[in-house]
């Protein structure tokens, strides 16, 4: 398996543009997560969700941003407007349910996203 | 609130030691403990994950081990080498989300 696939790895915008970045899970993976990482903040979850159905949203920031999942082998996480606080790695993983929980989350390579 | 702590933030050890890395959580509650690798600018990369029925997990040179009721996990890498450096980062797992710690950037000196 290619594991979690991201793109683009890179992406530099300028403030008020829109941003889409994609994710396409490990084959069978039920759960997909979308991350964002800075040096202040860390890692932060941003939303996931199971058999592409959002479940819980409560990290996404700001109305500006959205996410979907419209088949299970595609998501999507839109920043719109995007602003230069938004700058940050943008990290998918995937990941299959255990007896309690979840199971081991691969990440893909991430996004590297600048807003000027 | 579920927290997860590394300290330290950063550790230097010369080749062939002994790593030990710490994490502690504040929920005891955890369904599954994670460790993962990031090497500088890239993704990170599962090392060894702990579900929360059991007391460790092995993998090579890698053990973890977990402690639920003292909220701790701790992570040893045996006869460190300088391929180790990377920043370690512990993950907790309540219900189905995972929550990071910092990480604790690890240099092995050659």
């Known amino acids: 398996d290619a594991g979690v696939i991201q793109s683009p790895r890179h992406e530099v915008t300028e403030m008020g543009q829109e941003v889409t970045l994609r994710c396409k899970p490990i084959s069978g993976h039920d759960y997909l997560f979308w991350y964002r990482q800075t040096m202040m903040r860390g890692l932060e979850l941003l939303i996931y969700?199971?058999?592409?159905?959002?479940?819980?949203d409560s990290g996404m920031p700001e109305d500006r941003f959205s996410a979907k999942m419209p088949n299970a082998s595609f998501s999507t996480l839109k920043i719109q407007p995007s602003e230069p606080r938004d700058s940050a790695v943008y990290f998918c993983?995937?990941?299959?349910?255990?007896?309690?929980?979840?199971?081991?989350?691969?990440f893909g390579p991430g996004t590297r996203l600048t807003v000027l | 609130k579920q927290e997860v702590t590394q300290i330290p933030a950063a550790l230097s050890v010369p080749e062939g030691e002994n790593l030990v890395l710490n994490c502690s959580f504040t929920d005891s509650a955890i369904y599954n403990l994670q460790w993962f690798r990031q090497d500088p600018g890239k993704g990170l990369t599962s090392l060894l994950l702990i579900q929360s029925s059991q007391r460790e997990q092995t993998s090579g040179r890698l053990n973890a081990s977990l402690d639920k009721s003292s909220g701790r996990s701790t992570l040893y890498i045996a006869a460190s080498q300088p391929g180790d450096s990377a920043t370690y980062l512990c993950a907790a797992g309540w219900d189905y989300k995972l929550s990071f710690g910092a990480g604790t950037t690890v240099t092995v000196r050659a």
């Open positions: 993983a995937s990941s299959t349910p255990a007896g309690q929980g979840i199971n081991e989350q691969f």
């Open positions: 969700f199971n058999n592409n159905v959002p479940i819980d």
